[in-house]
Protein backbone atom coordinates (compact mmCIF):
# COMPACT_ATOMS: atom_id res chain seq x y z
CA UNK A 1 0.00 0.00 0.00
CA UNK A 2 1.96 3.35 -1.33
CA UNK A 3 0.94 6.41 0.48
CA UNK A 4 2.22 9.63 -1.56
CA UNK A 5 1.62 13.31 -0.93
CA UNK A 6 0.39 16.10 -3.76
CA UNK A 7 2.03 19.67 -2.28
CA UNK A 8 -0.81 22.00 -3.69
CA UNK A 9 -3.98 21.94 -6.12
CA UNK A 10 -1.29 23.33 -8.58
CA UNK A 11 0.84 20.14 -8.64
CA UNK A 12 -2.21 18.20 -9.62
CA UNK A 13 -1.93 15.50 -12.98
CA UNK A 14 -4.54 13.02 -13.68
CA UNK A 15 -1.51 10.39 -14.04
CA UNK A 16 -1.09 10.64 -10.16
CA UNK A 17 -4.48 10.09 -9.42
CA UNK A 18 -5.85 7.44 -11.27
CA UNK A 19 -6.61 4.36 -8.93
CA UNK A 20 -5.64 5.58 -6.57
CA UNK A 21 -7.92 6.70 -3.07
CA UNK A 22 -7.40 10.32 -2.75
CA UNK A 23 -7.51 12.30 0.35
CA UNK A 24 -8.12 16.46 -0.07
CA UNK A 25 -7.08 18.33 2.69
CA UNK A 26 -7.81 22.21 3.37
CA UNK A 27 -7.17 22.12 7.13
CA UNK A 28 -7.67 26.02 7.61
CA UNK A 29 -10.98 25.40 6.26
CA UNK A 30 -12.63 24.12 3.91
CA UNK A 31 -12.12 20.67 4.69
CA UNK A 32 -12.94 21.01 8.53
CA UNK A 33 -16.19 22.85 7.34
CA UNK A 34 -17.50 20.15 5.33
CA UNK A 35 -17.11 17.51 7.59
CA UNK A 36 -18.63 19.72 10.68
CA UNK A 37 -21.71 20.52 8.24
CA UNK A 38 -22.17 16.35 7.77
CA UNK A 39 -21.26 16.49 12.02
CA UNK A 40 -24.50 19.01 12.40
CA UNK A 41 -26.84 16.78 9.69
CA UNK A 42 -26.32 18.15 6.09
CA UNK A 43 -27.97 16.08 3.78
CA UNK A 44 -25.00 16.94 1.12
CA UNK A 45 -21.96 19.80 0.09
CA UNK A 46 -21.67 20.26 -3.06
CA UNK A 47 -18.84 22.32 -4.11
CA UNK A 48 -18.35 24.68 -7.05
CA UNK A 49 -14.94 26.22 -8.59
CA UNK A 50 -16.86 30.05 -9.07
CA UNK A 51 -19.09 31.92 -7.67
CA UNK A 52 -21.04 32.53 -10.04
CA UNK A 53 -21.59 28.45 -10.30
CA UNK A 54 -22.50 28.87 -6.47
CA UNK A 55 -25.25 31.51 -7.01
CA UNK A 56 -26.75 29.82 -9.71
CA UNK A 57 -27.17 26.21 -8.49
CA UNK A 58 -28.76 27.60 -5.32
CA UNK A 59 -31.24 29.42 -7.67
CA UNK A 60 -32.87 25.39 -8.23
CA UNK A 61 -33.31 25.00 -4.60
CA UNK A 62 -36.82 26.27 -2.81
CA UNK A 63 -36.45 28.63 0.04
CA UNK A 64 -34.96 27.12 3.34
CA UNK A 65 -33.18 23.62 1.28
CA UNK A 66 -30.15 24.67 1.00
CA UNK A 67 -27.22 27.34 2.04
CA UNK A 68 -24.45 29.08 0.34
CA UNK A 69 -21.13 28.92 1.82
CA UNK A 70 -17.45 30.25 1.37
CA UNK A 71 -14.98 32.83 0.87
CA UNK A 72 -12.34 34.50 -0.77
CA UNK A 73 -9.16 35.54 0.32
CA UNK A 74 -10.74 34.12 4.07
CA UNK A 75 -13.89 36.64 3.70
CA UNK A 76 -17.11 35.98 3.31
CA UNK A 77 -18.89 36.36 -0.46
CA UNK A 78 -21.30 39.31 -0.63
CA UNK A 79 -25.03 37.99 -0.49
CA UNK A 80 -23.68 34.50 0.70
CA UNK A 81 -25.52 33.10 3.60
CA UNK A 82 -22.48 31.60 5.62
CA UNK A 83 -18.28 32.79 5.32
CA UNK A 84 -15.88 29.87 5.74
CA UNK A 85 -15.99 29.14 9.32
CA UNK A 86 -17.01 25.94 10.66
CA UNK A 87 -18.42 27.69 13.98
CA UNK A 88 -21.31 29.10 11.31
CA UNK A 89 -22.10 25.71 10.64
CA UNK A 90 -24.49 24.68 13.34
CA UNK A 91 -27.33 21.83 13.77
CA UNK A 92 -29.69 24.58 13.81
CA UNK A 93 -28.63 26.32 10.18
CA UNK A 94 -27.47 23.46 8.02
CA UNK A 95 -29.21 20.07 9.21
CA UNK A 96 -31.51 18.54 6.80
CA UNK A 97 -29.78 21.03 4.12
CA UNK A 98 -27.79 21.22 0.67
CA UNK A 99 -24.74 23.58 1.86
CA UNK A 100 -23.41 24.78 -1.91
CA UNK A 101 -19.89 25.86 -0.96
CA UNK A 102 -16.97 28.12 -2.99
CA UNK A 103 -13.65 28.86 -1.70
CA UNK A 104 -10.46 30.09 -2.96
CA UNK A 105 -8.45 26.61 -2.51
CA UNK A 106 -10.49 23.21 -1.05
CA UNK A 107 -13.41 23.31 -3.55
CA UNK A 108 -11.00 24.00 -6.30
CA UNK A 109 -8.90 20.89 -5.26
CA UNK A 110 -11.85 18.57 -4.78
CA UNK A 111 -13.32 19.40 -8.12
CA UNK A 112 -9.39 18.44 -9.36
CA UNK A 113 -9.30 15.28 -8.23
CA UNK A 114 -12.31 13.65 -9.69
CA UNK A 115 -10.57 11.47 -11.65
CA UNK A 116 -9.43 9.47 -8.72
CA UNK A 117 -10.94 5.81 -7.71
CA UNK A 118 -12.54 7.34 -4.46
CA UNK A 119 -12.42 10.96 -3.29
CA UNK A 120 -12.21 11.63 0.70
CA UNK A 121 -12.36 14.63 2.76
CA UNK A 122 -10.00 14.96 5.88
CA UNK A 123 -9.09 17.33 7.90
CA UNK A 124 -7.79 17.22 11.75
CA UNK A 125 -10.99 17.00 12.63
CA UNK A 126 -11.83 13.31 11.46
CA UNK A 127 -7.65 12.68 11.03
CA UNK A 128 -8.10 9.56 12.80
CA UNK A 129 -10.81 8.25 11.45
CA UNK A 130 -9.81 8.90 7.57
CA UNK A 131 -6.82 6.81 8.32
CA UNK A 132 -8.87 3.97 9.43
CA UNK A 133 -10.86 4.21 6.24
CA UNK A 134 -7.59 4.02 4.09
CA UNK A 135 -6.29 1.37 5.68
CA UNK A 136 -9.63 -0.71 5.52
CA UNK A 137 -9.94 -0.16 1.70
CA UNK A 138 -6.60 -1.02 1.13
CA UNK A 139 -5.25 1.21 -2.42
CA UNK A 140 -2.89 3.30 -2.85
CA UNK A 141 -3.39 6.38 -1.81
CA UNK A 142 -2.57 10.32 -2.52
CA UNK A 143 -2.96 12.80 0.26
CA UNK A 144 -3.40 16.03 -1.76
CA UNK A 145 -3.04 19.05 0.31
CA UNK A 146 -4.81 22.37 -0.90
CA UNK A 147 -2.33 24.60 -0.09
CA UNK A 148 -2.90 28.42 -0.19
CA UNK A 149 -3.33 30.02 -3.77
CA UNK A 150 -1.70 27.03 -5.58
CA UNK A 151 1.48 27.13 -2.81
CA UNK A 152 2.81 24.82 -0.13
CA UNK A 153 1.29 25.17 2.81
CA UNK A 154 2.67 24.07 6.03
CA UNK A 155 -1.08 23.76 7.96
CA UNK A 156 -2.25 20.90 5.32
CA UNK A 157 1.04 19.37 5.31
CA UNK A 158 1.11 18.84 9.26
CA UNK A 159 -2.21 17.47 8.63
CA UNK A 160 -1.51 14.72 6.17
CA UNK A 161 1.50 13.87 8.41
CA UNK A 162 -0.89 13.46 11.30
CA UNK A 163 -2.88 11.07 8.59
CA UNK A 164 -0.27 8.91 7.55
CA UNK A 165 1.57 8.99 11.82
CA UNK A 166 -2.11 6.92 12.43
CA UNK A 167 -1.83 4.44 9.48
CA UNK A 168 1.77 3.66 10.52
CA UNK A 169 0.11 2.62 13.67
CA UNK A 170 -2.23 0.68 12.48
CA UNK A 171 -0.58 -1.27 9.67
CA UNK A 172 2.96 -2.43 9.18
CA UNK A 173 2.39 -2.44 5.20
CA UNK A 174 3.09 0.68 3.96
CA UNK A 175 5.05 2.26 1.48
CA UNK A 176 5.77 6.18 2.28
CA UNK A 177 7.67 7.98 -0.68
CA UNK A 178 10.16 10.39 0.73
CA UNK A 179 7.51 13.78 1.00
CA UNK A 180 4.91 11.52 3.07
CA UNK A 181 8.04 10.16 5.23
CA UNK A 182 8.73 13.94 5.82
CA UNK A 183 5.05 15.01 6.46
CA UNK A 184 5.03 12.01 9.24
CA UNK A 185 8.51 13.33 10.29
CA UNK A 186 6.87 16.77 11.41
CA UNK A 187 3.80 15.74 12.73
CA UNK A 188 6.17 13.50 15.16
CA UNK A 189 8.58 16.15 15.87
CA UNK A 190 5.50 18.93 16.25
CA UNK A 191 2.09 16.83 18.03
CA UNK A 192 0.78 20.19 19.52
CA UNK A 193 0.32 21.15 15.74
CA UNK A 194 0.20 25.06 16.55
CA UNK A 195 3.60 25.03 17.31
CA UNK A 196 4.43 24.11 13.48
CA UNK A 197 1.60 25.64 11.85
CA UNK A 198 1.62 29.31 13.55
CA UNK A 199 4.58 29.89 11.14
CA UNK A 200 2.76 29.17 8.18
CA UNK A 201 1.76 32.41 5.74
CA UNK A 202 -2.38 31.31 5.63
CA UNK A 203 -2.29 30.99 9.34
CA UNK A 204 -1.14 34.62 9.74
CA UNK A 205 -3.37 35.99 7.51
CA UNK A 206 -6.48 34.25 9.16
CA UNK A 207 -4.93 35.41 12.49
CA UNK A 208 -5.25 39.05 11.15
CA UNK A 209 -8.99 38.52 10.51
CA UNK A 210 -9.52 37.84 13.94
CA UNK A 211 -10.09 34.06 13.09
CA UNK A 212 -8.06 32.31 15.88
CA UNK A 213 -11.58 30.63 17.04
CA UNK A 214 -11.62 28.55 13.38
CA UNK A 215 -8.16 27.92 13.77
CA UNK A 216 -8.47 26.51 17.72
CA UNK A 217 -11.38 24.35 16.26
CA UNK A 218 -9.45 23.36 12.90
CA UNK A 219 -7.09 21.80 14.78
CA UNK A 220 -8.87 20.02 17.36
CA UNK A 221 -8.09 16.02 16.53
CA UNK A 222 -10.44 13.08 16.05
CA UNK A 223 -13.52 14.72 17.20
CA UNK A 224 -15.96 12.75 14.56
CA UNK A 225 -15.94 9.23 12.81
CA UNK A 226 -17.33 10.90 9.83
CA UNK A 227 -15.38 10.74 6.41
CA UNK A 228 -16.91 12.83 3.64
CA UNK A 229 -16.77 11.57 0.22
CA UNK A 230 -17.11 13.30 -2.96
CA UNK A 231 -18.54 11.46 -5.87
CA UNK A 232 -20.20 12.55 -9.22
CA UNK A 233 -20.25 16.25 -8.46
CA UNK A 234 -21.45 16.14 -4.62
CA UNK A 235 -20.08 15.26 -1.36
CA UNK A 236 -22.05 12.68 0.86
CA UNK A 237 -21.45 11.14 4.44
Do not use: W
Request: proline share 1%.
Amino acid sequence: MNIDIIISADHIEENLLRDKVVVVIDMLRATSVITTAFMNGCKEVIPYLTVEEAREKSTEFKSGQCVLGGERKAVKIEGFDLSNSPLEYTEDVVKGKTVIMTTTNGTRTLTECSKAKRVLVGAMINGKAVAKKLIELGDDVVIVNAGTNGQFSMDDFICAGYMINKMLKMSSKLYLTDIAKTANYIYENNTGIESFIKNARHYGVMEDLNLMDDILYCMKKNITDIVPEYKDGHIIE
